[in-house]
DNA sequence: GATGCACATGTAGAGAGTCTACCTATAGCG
DNA sequence: CGCTATAGGTAGACTCTCTACATGTGCATC
């Protein structure tokens, strides 16, 4: 998910505050359970976009486990949108280039 | 272009051998100008994808400059197709994760 | 004839991000 | 008592890409 890891944390958390156990399960479900990321690699993300004020959290203890729900700022939202545009574009870009060219004497 | 660089290169020469400053070029011109990767980024790839026997180079002079060309190899052209499946999955999964939730009440 | 740009290739080092592997702790079930 | 699910985390390695620098030719312009 080089690069791409925090516009889907953005993205999960658009539906309404979580904590970082439920957005690794929130990322399985809407990938159809093709996103299987561990904690080591979402754990520090979610600390980064918090230093970066992408995401505001906070520490409740739920059923007697600690845990520490993340919260979408203004910031953050608005990185969302600048994501989703940066897809956009960079996925054309990558389409584009890596469509398979067409053969020889066929127009395009 | 994180980890998706790789596939962009062969891609380009899968139209036939390319030598590195070309290859920029192709990139370019393929993404509409969109893509205008630095040499210090394109050169150190080709190195890396020869070393992994995916690119066969070879030294020319043409005009009086230096050329190294570069070809695809038989695990080059099965890279390639690796990539653009890795791409095609990658690219679903992350739209389907990015894609904006419906709102409330508003069916899918 | 000097200057600068396009052509052409490369290295060194920094920085970012992700992964593997490890550690801790609770709740609940068999 | 041990296992699994839940919940959080760190350390270190690794890979890739970027910036900045270094080198040199051919050709057009001043």
Redesign the interface.
């Known amino acids: 998910?080089?690069?791409?890891l925090d516009?889907?944390i953005l993205?999960?958390l658009?539906?309404g505050p979580r904590h970082g156990y439920a957005i690794i399960e929130a990322?399985q479900a809407?990938?159809?359970g093709?996103?299987d990321l561990p904690t080591g690699t979402v754990y520090p993300a979610l600390r980064r976009l918090e230093r970066a004020g992408r995401l505001s959290g906070s520490w409740s203890t739920v059923g007697g486990r600690e845990r520490r729900t993340y919260t979408l700022t203004r910031a953050g939202r608005h990185a969302l949108a600048a994501?989703?545009a940066d897809?956009s574009?960079f996925?054309s870009?990558?389409?584009?280039?890596?469509?398979?060219?067409r053969p020889a004497g066929e127009p395009s």
Do not use: N
């Not at 998910?1 to 791409?4: A, D, E, F, N, W």
């Not at 870009?93 to 060219?101: S, T």
């Open positions: 998910m080089r690069g791409h516009g889907l993205s999960v658009e539906d990322l809407r990938s159809g093709a996103l994501q989703r897809w574009e996925s870009v990558v389409e584009a280039v890596l469509r398979p060219p």
